[in-house]
């Protein structure tokens, strides 16, 4: 095998990019090395307690260590490797590769968890504690949750499949034994280095509270009102009492603001009251989804509030889409309020969403006009008004060329038999890769 490195192979300049771009969408630290765990790339939104450590040369040799056996661990598996690193954080890896060449991997995280979730050591833990400036910088880390690494790791790890096309030379040889490739790219030595990795237990079922939770917490709006329509499907699907369904799902609601956010419950729980004693046995559909996005916006709002230290990113465009599905949006807008350049906001939406803006837009547009004709009278004319829609032809043609129907045929399919519109979902279309 030719010994040519990650600097030679790639595209360094197009590798940065990518990594900067998900760091900047996702808050995330990134950094790309070669298969001895050294960086090929800058540090992208590395932690003040990362940086730190690495400025130590004792310590940075150690993360370079963690940083190599990460990366050759997840080619070995074919799959993103999260792991404790020497310090006490949660890192992951993924592969990158020329062909059939490991040339280095992509390192993410630097994220703080509770110690119950934290994955296991990769290396021997580090005894930093008691360096006041370490122990200063480790308290001002914020605690995240596994699940929101694990989210962002399977959307890298789908990244990284696509920077084979970043290859500057393509080297078409036999591909060798896997054992050969780590004979020809030894590893830093590492005492007490596990021969084997741990197999991490299996996950519990994800139930109704843990699954909101874990979409709020990562302040991802749009899979949490997906997860909400999902429960209200069944409850409108089911023969059961309408009203004791909704409380349910309000209580949900409740039980992820004790979680993320404590100090809103009482407020909340108050205003759910107020609902409650107002609702009728025959609350409609869409007015009970649009109640409990607005509850679950209010969670979001205080937890994002909670969070000081937090950089405004990708996921509050995002966010605003979600809450917003009847405005047109436009990219100039969004772009405002994030103060990055529209072109800048349009390549980095695409790079993470896998779609357009103004498709992205419109498919949130598009599923909500869904709802609101198969679980209202509302006339056509309304609807499209409603949704920003000045026109309804336009409106009309749009729906068709995403529903494949016109308005009025989407609501006949979706009529129950008494002629009344049926309960229908909120569509899981283009919700974001970002869960982070």
Same mark, same amino acid.
């Given at each position: 095998?030719?010994?040519? #490195?990650? *600097?030679? &192979?790639?595209? @360094?300049?197009?590798?940065?990019? +990518?990594?900067?771009?998900?760091?900047? %969408?996702?808050g995330l630290a990134t950094v790309a090395v070669d298969t001895r765990g050294v960086p090929v790339t800058p540090a992208y939104a590395f932690t003040d307690f990362c940086r730190q450590m690495r400025s130590d040369p004792v310590h940075n040799k150690l993360c370079h260590a963690c940083d190599a056996h990460g990366g050759l661990q997840s080619l070995i598996e074919g799959s993103p490797q999260m792991y404790t690193c020497h310090a006490g954080l949660v890192d992951f890896s993924v592969p990158i590769t020329d062909g059939d060449k490991y040339v280095g991997a992509i390192?993410?995280?630097?994220?703080?968890?509770?110690?119950?979730?934290?994955?296991?050591?990769?290396?021997?833990?580090?005894?930093?504690? #008691?360096? *006041?400036? &370490?122990?200063? @910088?480790?308290?001002?880390?914020? +605690?995240?949750?596994?699940?929101?690494? %694990?989210?962002?790791?399977?959307?890298?790890?789908?990244?990284?499949?696509?920077?084979?096309?970043?290859?500057?030379?393509?080297?078409?040889?036999?591909?060798?034994?896997?054992?050969?490739?780590?004979?020809?790219?030894?590893?830093?030595?590492?005492?007490?280095?596990?021969?084997?990795?741990?197999?991490?237990?299996?996950?519990?079922?994800?139930?109704?509270?843990?699954?909101?939770?874990?979409?709020?917490?990562?302040?991802?709006?749009?899979?949490?009102?997906?997860?909400?329509s999902q429960i209200l499907d069944e409850l409108y699907a089911s023969s059961g009492d309408l009203r004791e369904g909704i409380a349910h799902i309000e209580d949900l609601v409740i039980a992820v603001a004790a979680d993320c956010t404590p100090r809103l419950v009482a407020h909340l729980t108050q205003s759910i009251q107020v609902h409650r004693d107002r609702r009728s046995s025959s609350i409609n559909r869409f007015q009970v989804q649009v109640h409990i996005e607005r509850l679950l916006a209010i969670v979001l709002d205080e937890v994002v509030r909670s969070r000081p230290r937090r950089r405004a990113d990708l996921r509050d465009v995002l966010n605003d889409i979600a809450r917003h599905p009847n405005r047109a949006l436009s990219l100039t807008e969004a772009a405002a309020t994030t103060h990055w350049s529209p072109g800048h906001l349009s390549k980095l939406f695409r790079s993470v969403t896998g779609s357009t803006f103004v498709s992205y837009v419109t498919a949130w547009r598009i599923s909500r006009a869904q709802l609101m004709l198969a679980s209202t009278e509302m006339?056509?004319?309304?609807?499209?008004?409603?949704?920003?829609?000045?026109?309804?032809?336009?409106?009309?043609?749009?729906f068709r060329a995403h529903t494949g129907v016109t308005p009025s045929e989407y609501r006949r399919q979706c009529s129950s038999r008494d002629g009344k519109p049926a309960g229908v979902s909120l569509p899981a279309h283009h919700h974001p890769l970002l869960r982070a």
């Open positions: 095998m030719s010994n040519l #490195g990650i *600097a030679t &192979l790639l595209d @360094l300049s197009q590798l940065q990019n +990518v990594l900067e771009d998900f760091s900047e %969408a996702t390192l993410c995280g630097q994220v703080r968890v509770p110690q119950a979730q934290a994955p296991g050591l990769l290396t021997p833990r580090t005894a930093w504690r #008691g360096d *006041a400036g &370490l122990d200063s @910088l480790w308290d001002q880390l914020p +605690v995240s949750t596994l699940s929101r690494a %694990a989210a962002a790791a399977k959307t890298l790890f789908g990244v990284s499949r696509m920077l084979d096309g970043m290859s500057l030379v393509h080297h078409r040889t036999e591909t060798p034994p896997l054992i050969e490739i780590i004979d020809q790219h030894p590893l830093p030595s590492l005492e007490l280095l596990p021969t084997k990795f741990d197999e991490p237990p299996a996950p519990p079922a994800v139930d109704e509270h843990a699954a909101l939770r874990d979409a709020i917490d990562a302040e991802d709006l749009s899979s949490a009102y997906v997860e909400a006339p056509v004319q309304k609807v499209a008004a409603e949704l920003d829609f000045h026109q309804v032809n336009y409106f009309s043609r749009v």
